[in-house]
């Protein structure tokens, strides 16, 4: 079963699907990868590059032919990339200096005129040539590798398969099932209650990692086809972040794991930034249609807070040419479009603001911080103001309870619940507020803040910080002090960080999409790390990453 499962997904994805699990088998079998296209002009034939266990560089050109064959006319349509793969040498930092081997890949078979065609060039390569060699991987090598990595780990009892095959069902459009993907990702790396009576060995944990790396994208095919980006995102980064906890629950000590975790990063910006491009090109912003116009906002949000980071991404040397020009437009055009449609936009909007605060020179992004924090005090202190539920309820349970005179659904999860819970997220916009120094803005809120409810959830592990859902826990809710200097706030805002994973504070990229899909875990310790990284402060300067 697993191999018609791998088949199935070799058999319909591209390229780029294909490419970053690719990466990780190659991890997995101890190359160190060096690099992983973005599939620009500049590629020169070489898609990715790594260097095996013998020290030996490799290059490799990624071709996608899901369910047919690399053709005669295929093979002699690549022939430039291919030449530029073998004659040309690998240009890379950190890559050693000798003759790399070249790989020609692709997930369809490979008719037999090809495969005599690279066998006549790998012979036919002199001493002086760059490549020392040319080689094929085709469908039945995936499928193997893949089959490798499945066996004895993938789910076998019947509830995780359940759940397997319920991820396969779907059609891939909206979001993903996150409950469902954390299932999945908690059996097949140890992160439940039950796998804790055995510690298993660091080769047993790497393999782990290694397995799920490749499930993930399985599991996530159909939301691949439909070219579902913010899924694709998700899923990469949930498998990060639960790497990062296995790695941290059981004590793994491996150079690979930041090897594995590297990878999946890339492919949820890479995703992102291909989203945004979609988004910024379009012409028309606004609903299409009559269905739309209960969710627009907050899919809008959504949509600007992805802009907004992938601005971010672009400004760190590998900036996709004129987006960056065209999220800046877009922002300053649309970005008071957004809405706080219930305390888990807050990130959302954070992120916007951290991008306005660079773009805009005007006082805008201040203006939309100090409302931001306003309306998060005032809604969740005052019952006769606009309901605030709380952050773990995502915007198709808001809207659903909302409109549910319009949408009449078959059960309402919000029925009876509290309006207006205490705040997860009034001290960080505070202290953000602090660290802009609008201390005008912070001194008129304050006797309302100082009244207010406070919440804030503590796994009881560090290492389940980074997961979905906790089966231990704490939840203190708590009341700010009467008073406080404005130096004690300042102080506080610049904080260090305590409890997050040291893996995630030194990845401030994947940290801004965990909290964008997880806004419950971002705590104020997690804001600040944030803030360090995107937000510009009056008292310490720009961001890192500004």
């Keep these: 079963m697993l191999a018609r499962l791998i088949e199935a997904w070799t058999d319909s994805v591209s390229e780029r699907a294909y490419q970053a699990p690719f990466c990780q088998m190659l991890v997995h079998q101890g190359h160190r990868i060096l690099h992983s296209t973005r599939h620009s002009a500049l590629e020169f034939g070489k898609d990715v590059v790594s260097v095996d266990p013998n020290g030996i560089p490799c290059a490799y050109q990624l071709k996608g032919h899901p369910g047919r064959r690399l053709t005669k006319s295929d093979y002699a349509a690549s022939l430039t990339q291919i030449q530029e793969l073998v004659y040309q040498p690998i240009l890379y930092p950190g890559v050693p200096q000798t003759r790399h081997r070249a790989y020609l890949v692709t997930n369809g078979e490979v008719e037999e005129e090809v495969q005599v065609a690279v066998s006549s060039l790998s012979q036919n390569l002199g001493p002086n040539v760059a490549a020392r060699s040319l080689e094929l991987i085709s469908r039945g090598t995936f499928i193997r590798w893949g089959v490798d990595l499945a066996e004895g780990l993938w789910p076998t009892g019947m509830a995780d398969l359940t759940v ?13 099932p996150l409950e469902q993907l954390d299932q999945m990702l908690r059996s097949t ?3 439940t209650e039950e796998s ?3 510690t298993p060995s660091d080769a047993e944990i790497e393999r782990r990692i290694a397995s799920a790396s490749l499930l993930v994208p399985v599991a996530l095919r159909n939301f691949s086809l439909r070219e ?6 998700t899923g990469w980064c949930m498998y990060a972040a639960y790497a990062v906890s296995a790695a941290e629950r059981f004590g793994l000590q491996s150079k690979r794991l930041e090897q594995f975790v590297d990878i999946a990063e890339k492919a949820a910006t890479d995703a992102l930034r ?35 980071l992938v601005w971010f991404f672009d400004q760190q040397g590998d900036a996709e040419d004129g987006l960056a020009r065209d999220i800046e437009g877009y922002l300053r055009e649309h970005g008071d479009e957004i809405e706080l449609w219930g305390e888990a936009a807050v990130p959302q909007i954070l992120m916007v603001i951290w991008c306005l605060a660079e773009i805009d020179p005007t006082p805008r992004a201040d203006g939309m911080l100090a409302s931001l924090l306003n309306a998060a005090v005032t809604r969740s202190m005052n019952p006769r103001s606009a309901a605030l539920y709380g952050v773990h309820y995502d915007a198709e349970t808001v809207l659903t309870h909302v409109h549910a005179d319009i949408l009449r659904p078959a059960s309402d999860p919000l029925e009876g619940e509290d309006a207006h819970p205490p705040s997860s997220f009034a001290e960080a916009l505070l202290q953000i507020a602090a660290r802009r120094n609008l201390k005008r803005t912070c001194k008129a809120i304050w006797n ?13 592990e560090r290492w389940q910080s980074c997961l979905y859902r906790t089966e231990t826990g704490d939840e203190y809710v708590y009341r700010p002090p009467k008073r406080a200097s404005w130096s004690q706030l300042v102080e506080q805002a610049h904080g260090t960080a305590k409890d997050l994973l040291d893996e995630f504070q030194s990845r401030p990229i994947l940290l801004a999409i965990f909290a964008l899909i997880f806004p419950h875990r971002a705590t104020t310790e997690v804001i600040r790390i944030l803030a360090d990284n995107f937000h510009s402060s009056w008292a310490r300067g720009g961001g890192r990453l500004t």
């Design 228 to 233: 579902n980006h913010w899924a694709v995102a």
């Design 448 to 460: 309302e803040y100082s009244h207010l409810q406070l919440r804030r959830l503590q796994p009881a």
């Design 196 to 198: 804790v009576q055995k």
């Design 189 to 191: 790396l140890g992160l």
């Design 274 to 308: 291909v989203l945004a491009t979609e988004i910024v090109s379009r012409g028309n912003v606004g609903p299409v249609s009559f269905a739309e116009v209960v969710y627009f906002r907050t899919r809008h949000t959504l949509l600007c807070s992805i802009v907004a």
């Design 164 to 176: 397997l095959f319920s991820l396969l069902a779907k059609s891939g459009l909206g979001s993903v």
